[in-house]
């Protein structure tokens, strides 16, 4: 009875060693030591169609700049994400702008992202516990649940992957009920470098069902070890011309 015991403690930790290899290799895997990226949005709703395009610089889970490039109107808009805290900048009043953490679910520039995502507030890494839940070829499944007093906004996370390049096919997002929020589904895996990376996103909400939000990465570079200047508050104006 001991043995059997122990055998069953050993496979859990064994499974649990899994999970958290996984994990592991897929964020850093889609974060790499920093990333720049050039990507253009396309968000629909339910009476309009519009496109934003963008640059971005981010180095890991809590370090990101972001500055908006087309439509004309907002060119120039920047958003500075650090240690978990977000600003704004918005050329036409010349004024910075802290987002506060009520509006952390909202969506950012009218989309199905939030700002939340934007922030990168939450690392799947440190702030969650997760277990394999199913294993079909190279494709996982994990759980992933909120670790007591992380500051995250999901109540669950379900994230389908392949592990052959350790990137994701689907997320799933619950929130505290355990009801169904949104998805996230990517396509058309590229290398970049040592890296691989999805370079379309959809996101699609579960209560609106004609809107989506589409992501494609036109351009990515990663570990180009890019300046910390983009990480300061003056880079808000200073990157916004």
């Known amino acids: ?23 592991k290799k897929l964020d850093t895997n889609m ?20 496109t934003i395009k963008m640059e971005s610089w981010s180095k890991g889970d809590k370090k990101s700049f ?42 950012w520039m009218g989309s199905d992202i939030t700002n939340d995502d934007m922030v990168k507030q939450s690392s799947i890494v440190d702030d969650y516990s997760y277990r394999i839940i199913a294993r079909k070829g190279s494709m996982r499944t994990l759980e992933l649940i909120p670790k007591p007093n992380a500051p995250v906004v999901w109540g669950k996370i379900v994230i389908n992957l392949d592990i052959r390049t350790y990137t994701p096919t689907k997320d799933i997002f619950y929130d505290e009920d355990g009801k169904k929020v949104r998805e996230f589904i990517y396509k058309n895996v590229k290398k970049f470098g040592k890296y691989y990376i999805p370079t379309i996103w959809i996101v699609k909400p579960v209560n609106k069902s004609s809107n989506y939000t589409k ?13 910390n200047r983009y990480f300061q508050k003056s880079a808000l104006k200073k990157f916004s011309r």
């Not at 050039?38 to 169609?49: A, G």
């Not at 992501?215 to 300046?227: A, H, R």
């Open 1 to 23: 009875m001991r043995l059997f015991i122990m055998t069953i403690f050993i496979s859990l930790f064994a499974f649990a060693d899994e999970a958290y290899d996984i994990i």
């Open 31 to 50: 974060r790499g030591e920093d990333v720049y990226m050039k990507l253009s949005m396309q968000v629909k709703s339910k009476r309009t169609k519009r």
């Open 66 to 107: 972001v500055k908006i490039t087309y439509p004309p109107k907002d060119r120039g808009i920047t958003f500075l994400s650090l240690n978990n805290q977000m600003w704004q900048y918005v050329p036409k009043i010349e004024r910075i702008i802290k987002i506060p953490p009520s509006m952390m679910l909202q969506g």
């Open 215 to 227: 992501i494609i990465l036109q351009d990515v570079k990663y570990d180009t070890k890019f300046s």
